[in-house]
């Protein structure tokens, strides 16, 4: 294992392509055609798969390419008691798509036991070697928070939760007991991945919340869920976040600067680095950076996940000397804006595209920063 820690000059947030017989294999799982046993199997041959392209492309940071899950938030929010979920009828509206995800609700008090995404880093982490380290990505507690109070979910919450306040207690509770344990699995770089923040930019805040929602106290809560779970983490443990603005098959949610929320954001979250969307108009321009606080990094998502299109090289390094105005370069680095497959279906382009992508990413960080 690597002694460095995430963010890495050239990076990427976590998510990957799956390949076509690993779909297969989670769809006859859930059709009842093959056993737990099997998936897993499956599983974990797309992951050494991954992750040694991973090492080959040249990148010091790997990850299980989230393939043990459906979707990149909620399959870790259904490892906890109190969580239930059923196919959707109507999923989530995208800009030119529906999102089918799994409707996702509360039946219980919010209780963590023994999470299974532990046991997934496990496996990742003996993967590691001299060059590499392992991250695990999870939704922020902000993101499960926010699950939990939209429209369509606040009136089961409330059985259960009369105030957000407790609801809030409970989720950072239960978030420093996943930690802990991914601590003690040897895990040093967590990635919180966050489209709440996405949302209170632009449009999409109506739409998730509700037209009559307090925006400023929903905002509040985000912050205090998120530096509640990772209170008192330990020193050498990496907490990182990435913030989106939506990401499903290439489809976005909303649109929006971050001036908005710069101030609690950049200034409030303990977080030790953010990874954020700036691969198109839609996330605005870098003069938010001006908030971040203390020496805490920025990953520049300036290479889109989205298309198979390459960018111009020379247009990627001006913008990092745009954005070196407000943070100074050696505490800026790159990577696309977003994973490549933030659910099952994945983005619009091929494995070999994903893998150009990165390898661009990586070129140009090195122009920049030097190898």
């Known amino acids: ?78 490892g906890f008691n109190g969580v239930e979920h059923k196919k959707t009828e109507k999923g989530v509206s995208f800009h030119g798509e529906a999102a089918l995800i799994d409707d996702t609700w509360l039946s219980g008090k919010i209780v963590a036991k023994e999470h299974p995404f532990v046991e997934h880093f496990k496996f990742v982490k003996a993967l ?59 895990c040093r770089n967590i990635q919180l991945d966050d489209c709440t923040w996405g949302v209170l930019v632009a449009e ?46 290439s489809a976005y949610f909303s649109s929006g600067a971050y001036d908005p929320i710069a101030e609690p954001l950049f200034g409030r979250e303990n977080v030790d680095a953010y990874y954020l969307e700036f691969d198109d108009e839609r996330s605005g321009g870098f003069e938010p950076l001006q908030a971040i606080t203390g020496d805490k990094k920025v990953v520049l998502g300036l290479i889109t996940s989205k298309s198979p299109k390459l960018e111009d090289k020379n247009v990627i390094i001006s913008r990092i000397k745009e954005a070196s105005k407000y943070i100074p370069l050696d505490r800026l680095y790159l990577s696309p804006q977003c994973g490549f497959a933030s659910c099952e279906i994945g983005n619009k382009l091929t494995e070999k595209e994903q893998w150009a992508k990165l390898a661009l990413v990586k070129e140009i960080a090195e122009e920049v920063w030097g190898k």
Not at 6 to 34: C, H, N
Not at 210 to 236: F, H, M, R, S
């Open 1 to 78: 294992m690597t002694k460095a820690n995430t963010p890495f000059r050239y990076d990427y947030v976590g998510s990957f392509l799956r390949p076509d017989y690993l779909k297969k294999a989670r769809a006859d799982f859930e059709a009842g055609t093959i056993t737990a046993k099997e998936l897993k199997e499956v599983e974990d041959k797309a992951i050494i798969d991954l992750v040694k392209k991973q090492k080959e492309a040249g990148y010091h940071v790997i990850t299980d390419g989230e393939f043990r899950r459906a979707t990149w938030h909620l399959d870790f929010m259904w």
């Open 128 to 186: 590691e070697d001299e060059n590499t380290v392992a991250k695990q990505t999870i939704p922020a507690p902000a993101q499960f928070f926010q699950q939990m109070i939209i429209p369509a979910n606040i009136e089961t919450t409330r059985k259960f939760y009369p105030t957000d306040e407790e609801l809030i207690d409970d989720i950072a509770k239960a978030y420093r007991k996943v930690i802990k344990d991914l601590y003690e699995a040897g």
């Open 204 to 249: 999409g805040s109506v739409e998730r919340y509700g037209k009559n929602a307090n925006l400023k106290d929903i905002t509040e809560k985000l912050l205090k869920v998120n530096n509640l779970a990772i209170e008192n983490k330990p020193e050498d443990l990496v907490i990182n976040t990435h913030i989106c603005r939506g990401n499903y098959h």
